[in-house]
């Protein structure tokens, strides 16, 4: 894994421990049952942490977004206003993709 937690990789990596897991279940390898829990586990840890990360991110554009939107509005510079808009926008979407379903 890199340093970078990813949702493509945490995926993919508690798929594959499942599968493992089930393979082991199927053939009786308790070893093999273990080596998929424990990959599984990994990769549902990954998914968390970059859903986590993509959060914060979000709300670092919608914070950054909204001080450029204000004082492009105080100021009268209406591209920054614009681009502050859009950025807190972006956050927004960043968030809702990356909120948690509880």
Known sequence: M???PSKTSGQFHSTKGT???SLGNVFGSTNL???G???H???EAEYNAARAQ???EGTADRVTGKKDQVVGAV???RSQEAS???RQDKGEAKQDVNKSVF
Do not use: H, I, P, R
């Open 75 to 77: 100021t009268g510079d």
């Open 41 to 43: 586990a990994a990769g």
């Open 37 to 39: 829990k424990t990959e």
């Open 19 to 21: 599968v493992k897991e």
């Open 33 to 35: 049952q273990q080596k």
């Open 84 to 86: 502050g808009n859009l």
């Open 2 to 4: 890199s340093s970078d």
């Open 54 to 56: 993509g959060y914060a």
